[in-house]
């Protein structure tokens, strides 16, 4: 797939490449898939998949939306004062990063992949496919993340060889146009992640 005039940046990022970056409060370890930094916070959006080991409480981030999926294991309960929330398999999970959330696992270790983006920057949005899809996508950055088996990514109207993602690999397209991609399975209980990223539009006066 080549890159096409509506395309700022595209990327093909492989799960090997993935950094290690410990926990802000040190209860584990996350694995990153990309960061974009801020002169004015530790960063105005990241992307990452983590293992949970053990129980214990979330990082807490002030002025950050997170959204994560538990990709592996069984169910995580997440706790919020005197809520709990039984979070399944590929089931996208929305909170504020102020939150005081804590991690149960009464089915074992789990991995979860993470989408955090700070308020003042824009706002997120994910999506579990597990079938072939054709996904219109406009301005921002998107990262496609195969969490499982295998999928191949192309442009609609693109006569290029489709990208290949195979399990932990993730698809960056920075855009400033919409275009359609077309997504399909290549194995079976294959499951993609579509995670978006849409930057404030600038208040007009």
């Given at each position: 797939?080549?890159?096409?005039?509506?395309?700022?940046?595209?990327?093909?990022?492989?799960?090997?490449?993935?950094?290690?970056?410990?926990?802000?409060?040190?209860?584990?370890?996350?694995?990153?898939?990309?960061?974009?930094?801020?002169?004015?916070?530790?960063?105005?959006?990241?992307?990452?998949?983590?293992?949970?080991?053990?129980?214990?409480?979330?990082?807490?981030?002030?002025?950050?939306?997170?959204?994560?999926?538990?990709?592996?294991?069984?169910?995580?309960?997440?706790?919020?004062?005197?809520?709990?929330?039984?979070?399944?398999?590929?089931?996208?999970?929305?909170?504020?990063?102020?939150?005081?959330?804590?991690?149960?696992?009464?089915?074992?270790?789990?991995?979860?992949?993470?989408?955090?983006?700070?308020?003042?920057?824009?706002?997120?949005?994910?999506?579990?496919?597990?079938?072939?899809?054709?996904?219109?996508?406009?301005?921002?950055?998107?990262?496609?993340?195969?969490?499982?088996?295998?999928?191949?990514?192309?442009?609609?109207?693109?006569?290029?060889?489709?990208?290949?993602?195979?399990?932990?690999?993730?698809?960056?397209?920075?855009?400033?146009?919409?275009?359609?991609?077309?997504?399909?399975?290549?194995?079976?209980?294959?499951?993609?992640?579509?995670?978006?990223?849409?930057?404030a539009r600038p208040s007009s006066r």
């Open positions: 797939m080549r890159n096409a005039s509506s395309i700022v940046t595209f990327e093909k990022i492989s799960a090997a490449s993935r950094r290690p970056v410990p926990w802000k409060n040190r209860g584990g370890v996350t694995r990153e898939i990309a960061v974009q930094h801020s002169p004015y916070a530790d960063f105005d959006w990241r992307v990452s998949v983590a293992d949970v080991d053990q129980p214990g409480p979330f990082s807490e981030f002030d002025g950050v939306d997170r959204i994560i999926v538990v990709t592996r294991g069984g169910q995580m309960a997440l706790r919020h004062r005197d809520t709990v929330h039984r979070l399944a398999c590929w089931e996208p999970f929305a909170f504020a990063g102020e939150d005081s959330i804590t991690a149960h696992l009464p089915a074992g270790p789990t991995r979860d992949f993470n989408l955090m983006v700070r308020r003042a920057y824009g706002r997120g949005a994910v999506y579990v496919y597990h079938a072939a899809q054709q996904l219109a996508i406009a301005t921002g950055v998107v990262f496609l993340h195969c969490a499982a088996g295998s999928f191949s990514v192309s442009a609609v109207g693109d006569d290029e060889s489709p990208v290949v993602l195979e399990e932990g690999d993730t698809l960056r397209v920075d855009l400033d146009a919409r275009m359609v991609f077309d997504v399909r399975p290549l194995a079976a209980e294959s499951t993609l992640i579509d995670a978006r990223i849409e930057p």
